[in-house]
């Protein structure tokens, strides 16, 4: 079988899993965030926080629980790296210096997980498994909680109240993130990924004498680290690294937990606003991105252009060979297509055009399917875009699922896809205009520029993926990559919330012969152009400038 | 909209208070739940797959390793022990920086693009070495032959694989360096050759510490 065909077949298989699992979950989420009945422990669980899990939040309250927690979870995350030095259980590890625990911080605390660090040599076992591991679960849950707020801001009317932030953000983590987290670290270590809380100790070897090695809680940390769509790696060569990603069957099986809770809340958000058919229709536009961007993914990565490849005789440069091009094409597009940021393969290493193409997914909103949650809610923005443009094309005030879209609602979305471009470019034209940042280059010429450039897309869209020649552990990309990180986040966050609380309000309009069909395929081409159209006038110049220039040069 | 500081103060409580409950569910029981299956039920894989041969460890079946000659004075980098089966180049690896009571090996790639400078060098002298080492008196290897693999590093600089071609490739040079006859060497190439999954999922790939312990107990046969 030719190793062409093998990818493709790899994934057909992942559509079909993704298939199988997309009713039962989809339809399961929807359960989990309309049930009005409380499980044992999150009753306990409710009572150590003091909140009351039934008293409705109008926007405003629900955005202060979001921003609260999150910001005690920077501090928290913050102090834990900066005490690391004396706390037991961290391999004797010295404590991480401040900008590099704030990028940490800011990092994981905003499902980015960008890594300035070595996770090896940096981070003993009570940083990595009770401070990050438990921001990859609860950021990750914050992040559905968001999306769930805005989806009842689309169901419900007359009221302005979205649901109540603690009870969104403990059952997302009690009755989803965990149970499938526990089935997946299990898969993980049956297949070969380690478990373990070992010191580091010495292995011997084939030829004398013997290596040092770390051991860690690896598998629990990996299958929330991909479910989650985080992406933060226990070692420095993230899922490359054959401790944690052993071989084909788990690379397969860690692209299918990337992909699967953001496909799935598609089937929640139709669910909850009563038509599962508008929750295919963006589901559609999802998979058509995603399956395109990944056929063009490995029709370049197989194609091999650029000299040094043209030498080698493949680009298998930075790639395993247990994933070979085509496992390592469907993991860089899953992980840059979401805001996960995992790599089983090094993108700086990738053909021009490949690596061109991980940096578009990211700077697409990371919508097809995105970020748990985040791909969601980002996705019904550019629908909102959408029915816009159709309503100026017809001149008239444009609805979506029965609310109108007025100036407020188009304003807030306006400022939404604004946010995170204006944040990549102006950090990255700020670092190339700088007489120091430039010096953390590796490579030079376009592909110099696309390190910066990726750097800056990766931590403004939250992804974490990194052109890793780049050394981001200096004074200005710590500091300016963590406030990327922070307000790439939030600031969405906070239109998002503002949007669903007017939508909440609005009493609905009822769909006349003028009304857009938003659940036919029409809707979804409209979507897809919408999307290509906003993202490629926004970084064609950037991108022309990196990976076009180095791709079209091959 | 009550921003007063009394609420500010409660709602960060609150915060603070979830977060700690959250931690000890999925930063202390979750790991520990899994650590106690993987330990009870794959205690081997969960430790990281170590292999024994000749009745020491010589290492974790997952972990690429390195089969040089000791480095001789004048050498900047060991010479490839072409006895064995050499692995991958790993020009990514990095040793610790911090930490330093340790010494580490720091898992990553090189992060060269396309048309850097440096990696068409590493990739065409590679190329030149691999045709050099495993060109024998009665078999020449041609540049076309070397699979991709043999000139490049892998992602995490630690690929315990190399592929089957670059294997057989290594055939000759080694059946000849051990007095070994080609065919049972091809034989122990098959033998420690891994398909894909059910048929298509992955690379077919041969382990080469696998590979190099069968050929160790043929040699001392």
């Known amino acids: 079988m030719s190793p062409i065909l093998a990818g493709v077949l790899q994934l057909l298989a992942l559509i079909a899993a993704l298939a199988l699992a997309y009713r039962p979950l989809g339809d399961y989420m929807a359960r989990v965030y309309s049930s009005p009945k409380h499980l044992r422990v999150e009753k306990w669980i409710y009572k150590a926080i003091g909140a009351n899990p039934t008293a409705e939040m109008r926007w405003p309250a629900y955005l202060r629980g979001v921003l609260a927690f999150s910001a005690v979870s920077v501090l928290f995350l913050y102090v834990l790296q900066r005490v690391q030095g004396s706390l037991p259980g961290s391999l004797g590890f010295s404590s991480i210096d401040p900008d590099q625990a704030f990028n940490t911080a800011a990092s994981f605390v905003s499902n980015t997980n960008w890594q300035s660090y070595y996770g090896e040599q940096a981070m003993g076992h009570v940083v990595q498994t009770g401070g990050l591991a438990v921001q990859n679960f609860v950021s990750a849950a914050v992040g559905i909680a968001v999306a769930v707020a805005l989806v009842r801001g689309f169901a419900r009317s007359r009221t302005g109240e979205l649901g109540n932030f603690w009870a969104d953000l403990v059952r997302g983590t009690v009755r989803i993130l965990v149970p499938i987290s526990v089935i997946g670290a299990i898969v993980l270590v049956a297949a070969g990924a380690i478990q373990n809380f070992a010191g580091i100790h010495e292995v011997g070897q084939f030829m004398g004498g013997s290596q040092q090695w770390n051991g860690g809680a690896v598998a629990s940390q990996e299958a929330i680290k991909e479910l989650g769509t985080n992406g933060g790696g226990y070692f420095n060569a993230n899922s490359a690294h054959p401790f944690e990603n052993p071989n084909g069957f788990t690379n397969l099986f860690q692209i299918f937990l990337i992909l699967l809770i953001p496909f799935a809340l598609t089937r929640t958000f139709g669910r909850m606003v009563g038509s599962l058919k508008q929750g295919y229709a963006i589901l559609a536009t999802m998979v058509t991105i995603w399956i395109g961007f990944t056929a063009l993914m490995m029709w370049t990565e197989f194609h091999h252009g650029g000299p040094a490849f043209d030498v080698a005789g493949g680009a298998m440069e930075g790639k395993e060979t247990r994933f070979g091009v085509g496992g390592s094409s469907i993991f860089a597009v899953a992980t840059t297509l979401t805001s996960t940021g995992a790599v089983n393969s090094f993108h700086s290493s990738f053909t021009g055009f490949g690596g061109g193409i991980t940096m578009l997914g990211m700077q697409l909103g990371e919508i097809a399917p995105g970020g748990t949650g985040s791909g969601l809610y980002g996705m019904l923005i550019m629908a909102i875009i959408a029915v816009f443009i159709a309503g100026l094309m017809v001149g008239r005030t444009p609805e979506y699922l029965g609310k109108k879209i007025g100036t407020r609602e188009i304003k807030l979305a306006a400022c939404y896809i604004l946010i995170t471009p204006a944040l990549v470019l102006c950090f990255a034209a700020a670092a190339m205009a700088l007489p120091t940042p430039v010096n953390s280059m590796t490579n030079s010429g376009a592909h110099g520029f696309s390190e910066i450039l990726y750097a800056y897309t990766s931590a403004a869209n939250n992804n974490g993926s990194a052109f890793a020649g780049l050394n981001a552990d200096t004074q200005w990309f710590n500091t300016t990559l963590g406030l990327a990180m922070l307000l790439g986040r939030f600031l969405p966050m906070v239109f998002v919330l503002a949007l669903a609380g007017s939508l909440a309000e609005q009493k609905p309009v009822p769909a006349t012969a003028g009304t857009l069909r938003t659940n036919k395929p029409l809707f979804t081409g409209l979507l897809v152009g919408t999307i290509l159209i906003i993202t490629g006038l926004t970084y064609f110049p950037a991108l022309a400038l990196g990976p076009l220039a180095e791709g079209l040069a091959s | ?221």
């Open chain 2, 1 to 221: 909209m009550n921003n007063s500081l009394s609420n500010t103060t409660r709602l960060i409580g609150a915060g603070l208070r979830a977060l700690l409950v959250l931690t000890v569910i999925t930063g202390v029981l979750y790991p520990l739940a899994v650590t106690g299956v993987a330990q009870a039920l794959f205690n081997n894989k969960a430790n990281g797959s170590e292999i024994k041969s000749g009745g020491r460890v010589v290492g974790s079946e997952l972990i690429g390793q390195t089969y040089n000659l000791p480095l001789k004075k004048g050498e900047e980098a060991p010479a490839p022990d072409l006895k064995w089966f050499q692995p991958r180049p790993s020009n990514g690896l990095g040793t610790n920086s911090v930490n330093t009571q340790y010494k580490l090996i720091l898992s990553g790639a090189t992060n060269r693009s396309g048309d850097n400078p440096e990696l068409i060098k590493w990739v065409t002298d590679a190329k030149a070495a691999v045709v050099n080492d495993n060109s024998t008196p009665t078999y020449k290897v041609k540049s076309s032959e070397v699979p991709a693999d043999a000139v490049t590093s892998s992602g995490s600089g630690l690929d315990p694989d190399i592929s089957p071609a670059y294997a057989k490739l290594q055939v000759h040079r080694v059946a000849e360096k051990n007095n070994l006859d080609v065919k049972q060497v091809e034989k122990l190439v098959e033998q420690n050759t891994d398909g894909r999954t059910l048929g298509f999922i992955g690379e077919p790939t041969v382990n080469v510490l696998n590979l190099n312990i069968a050929l160790k107990e043929l040699t001392e046969k």
